[in-house]
């Protein structure tokens, strides 16, 4: 196999160095001549070759560029394929260390886990950009009558350099930046009352970012409207009941059938229950379950009224008890489970949580890793297109298009 690679190679640098092959022929910019030809090693998916380019330069800038470089989608000594498969292999590898052992194993690339690291600190904000400007999505006939949006957070663990100025938990030293993560996916109603719905067949995207709530909105609203929101029957939003959450719902998803989480609120009811009751007293138990009856009944009026009656005495407990009551006022227009339910919408937020582990944990949260802030957010772009079924369209509109991405090189 090496030797046949080898050949290739050989035949393949011969085919591109031929002086009668038709290549992109770029205008000169203004005071720039032409200055020769400068060779160039670069690594492809047979390895390496050497290439003849022709060269322009500029006296009064001082400066010359070789034009094949950005029309071929060159980065350093790198094709396009071997950029395409060094990010895909960072981006899914349990690091960068075991990345560089899956392409000398799988391609026989044998490409340095520090020059992969910086293979997508250069491609990720390139990705990012196209994303961008991709239009909204059309309705076809497989899109979901809802569309679902939920965002969550995660902490990745970050140099201490990234995190001056920051506080702990308990007011301990911060050892992790908070990752806002958010998915959309869409899902149809279910056709019988009795049945859950699921979501469409690979219809859900990631977006993740070390950003505020209030810059992460936009990027998710901009993502959910590319993925076709405008057209969606219904919009439901998904969360906890962090007040970030609902604050970026507001802003960013006016329209939007709000939704708690069910399995959130049944913690909030857990503590509430201890509170009044006792921790792990049989009462407590007793309504815990009952409470759980009620919310998925619409219930939760009677749930606080109850609650209110039954206020302990005693000052700590009755103040643990107020905060638990205060949080089911804030959010009970979100907690009408029975009419979410017969609507055909999802009560959990099960799948922008599964985000966090899938999109953030799994890759960042590996034994003995600290990051950069721009070094974590640059592998989870990656990632995130990676998981979101929209890396391959980026790589071939980037073969099409080097001119667009010449920058990059």
Request: net charge positive; glycine share 10%; with cysteine.
């Amino acid at each position: 196999m090496a030797g046949l690679k080898h050949d290739g190679a050989r035949l393949l640098e011969k085919l591109l160095n031929d002086p009668d092959l038709p290549q992109p022929q770029p205008g000169l910019k203004p005071q720039e001549e032409r200055a020769g030809y400068r060779n160039k090693a670069l690594l492809t998916k047979l390895g390496w070759i050497t290439l003849r380019r022709p060269y322009l330069y500029s006296r009064s800038g001082g400066q010359g560029r070789c034009p094949l470089d950005s029309a071929w989608g060159f980065v350093d000594s790198y094709s396009a394929e071997v950029l395409r498969l060094s990010c895909r292999a960072a981006a899914s590898a349990g690091s960068y260390e075991a990345a560089s052992q899956d392409l000398l194993t799988y391609a026989g690339l044998a490409i340095d886990p520090r020059q992969l690291q910086r293979l997508v600190r250069l491609m990720a904000p390139v990705m990012n950009r196209w994303r961008q400007a991709q239009q909204p999505s059309l309705p076809t006939a497989t899109c979901g009558e809802v569309m679902c949006i939920g965002t969550d957070g995660t902490g990745a663990p970050m140099r201490r350099r990234y995190l001056r100025g920051r506080k702990g938990k308990q007011g301990g030293r911060a050892r992790t930046r908070e990752v806002k993560v958010g998915t959309v996916f869409t899902h149809r109603k279910p056709s019988q009352p009795d049945q859950r719905p699921e979501r469409d067949y690979r219809s859900t995207s990631y977006l993740a970012a070390i950003v505020s709530s209030d810059d992460f909105g936009p990027l998710l609203r901009n993502e959910a409207i590319r993925r076709g929101m405008g057209s969606a029957k219904t919009v439901v939003f998904l969360g906890d009941g962090a007040v970030w959450v609902w604050k970026l719902a507001r802003l960013n998803f006016p329209g939007a059938v709000c939704i708690l989480d069910y399995y959130h609120a049944c913690e909030h009811l857990s503590l509430l229950s201890a509170a009044l009751y006792g921790e792990g007293t049989a009462l407590a138990r007793r309504r815990y379950r009952l409470w759980k009856k009620w919310l998925l009944k619409d219930k939760v009026a009677e749930v606080i009224q109850q609650a209110n009656q039954d206020l302990p005495q005693q000052a700590g407990a009755r103040k643990l008890a107020k905060l638990q009551v205060s949080y089911l006022e804030r959010n009970r227009s979100k907690m009408l489970y029975r009419t979410f339910r017969t609507a055909g919408y999802f009560i959990g937020s099960g799948v922008v949580e599964a985000g966090c582990k899938v999109v953030v944990g799994q890759r960042l949260k590996q034994s003995g890793m600290l990051w950069s802030r721009k070094g974590a957010e640059h592998l989870l772009a990656i990632r995130c297109a990676a998981l979101s079924g929209w890396f391959e369209d980026f790589w071939k509109a980037y073969a099409k298009s080097g001119h667009a991405l010449a920058f990059a090189a």
